[in-house]
DNA sequence: TTGTATGCGTTATCAA
DNA sequence: TTGATAACGCATACAA
């Protein structure tokens, strides 16, 4: 049987209200009953009962507030699945989870909605666009209390509690290690990526080369092209990528734009004699997969990340301890048709 | 905020006990309160707190056992850690995990122990040997009230409350999805199975001529040998089999034995150009992959399915009520070298 | 058949 | 600076 609060207090000859105060560090203690009461404490080798805080975490009423540039990117649906989830869990334990989704990257539109959801909660979890703006924005809703948790993507210059999501190298090294598989090291790759600008599509970029150089020395990158992650963008582009280098038999798509690719690499290879890799299970890309286009995809675990995110705000305002690590990252999952 | 006993038993003009009684089918009540309390709770969408009643569960002390066939098979080892991690995160709910391994698959002896750990526990949870013997033991169990799950291999004939573990069809039409792709669809296989009595292993080798035979007409299977999960048999049957076989290029080893059948294949083609696929992360498959031998390795979430094992346990213990499927299954998991 | 009292471990509020 | 008490939601023993 574990040790509790009252078992304490009771061999420290204090109230249940002093053991508190100390081992919450509210202050208002005399030193020597705290210095008494950590000794016991320790001896004792007590731990917090998680069920008893989450009962009187329910007098508090928490809210988790969670601001995602989801809209319109299939991908994030089984991200907020995750969050959604984890929120119907927790509704039992005294949290509530609001969720608010925003469509794009506009820096300005994340500042005002950090900084409008910001105030009616105690955690914010958050997948920010890589900007001082931002940046500040959220040093800001720390600097007042709340903790604030990267999701998917990171940024630089803060004081966020951690980061939970994709590890971007470790993806382009998969992708890139199921390529050399699939083309047994002989291959003419043309990248197709969604812009240069953005950091964890570089990142997978050289997670890619890392191993082609390492393992595979007869695969050649042919050329790189951009999208900015749009179907039309990546159509065109890819279809003169492979006009201009017909030598191109293998595709490596870094971000979204699947579909546009695939159907410029249908055009000029109609029998699926292309091997394509690509990131994310989504409609689109799954669609391809089973059509036998891509031959497969690298996920990372979108539902676990979202799910996750929101159990570590809420173990940190529960238990007021912060996570083990200062960035959790996501296996990277290999799909085929089989396995979808 | 959601709906407390308190609420409903105020509601309706009774006392707490009564609500509980009605709620929880405790009998004893008349039947027109049954009745109103019943109506109240339903339009008032009544959802019992998890955090109340695991705090009152800890006054019950409730006990899960565990009887795993594990000793000497490392695939168990991240099993283990599974089912001990979520014993930790529960011991604060009310109920500890007592975990008893034992060595290979003697019936009696697994008969013995499910009796004897049976006698006082609340639940067990148990790789059964399909037997018979096992089964009317564990219907014993069951009719003392003794809720039983079975993990990683299922057992029939028995009313055991749900099945958590490998899809062994879906691993084996991954692990054929994965050699058609590897070998561009043209291959002479070998298959390399620990025994032909074990269900699961049938299972697999089932999935994997699923897939060939739909996708992969030109991947043939030239033979088929048996190891019985020891490595030094699986040495001698695959020399034996590569020597009989030499157009065997590609081997689909569906067991253990892994390192036995990397020996064999090394000897006979020592510069890693076999095909070979394999199951589950163990130290040697694990080497056996780093090394470029094996080419991937196909995993079935063992680290959550003995923590999902536990929770479905202790939900039922808890909450009283059964699970919302008959059969959980993992996912079929491809591992390279990059995304070990 | 029903109600009341008590306890699970933690936290918040008052009063001292 | 401390202690006493009530509350969170549920379960149970006992009294009525």
Redesign the pocket.
Known sequence: ?SV???QISELC??????V??V??NR????PQ?EQKVREVAQKLGYK??M???A??????DLVIGVVLAARGNAFFDDVLEGIRGAGRELSDYGVSVNVHTMKGYDVNQQCKLIREIGRNVNALIVNPINDPKVASEINRLTECGVCVITLNTDIEGTQRLCYVGSDYILGGETAGGMLGLLTQGQAQVGIVTGSIKILGHNQRITGFRNIIRKKYPNIKVADIQQTNDDDDQAFIKTEEMLRIHPEIDTIFIVAAGVMGVCRAAQKFHPNNDMTIVCFDKTPSSEQMLKAGIVKAIVCQQPFTQGNKAVHLAYDYLVSGKKPGQDSFFMKSEIKIEENL
Not at 27 to 30: E, I, L
């Open positions: 049987m509790t609060i009252k000859g204090v109230s249940r209200g002093t508190d105060r081992l919450n202050g208002k203690v005399k009953t917090p009962n069920a008893g805080k009962l009187a975490a329910r007098k508090r």
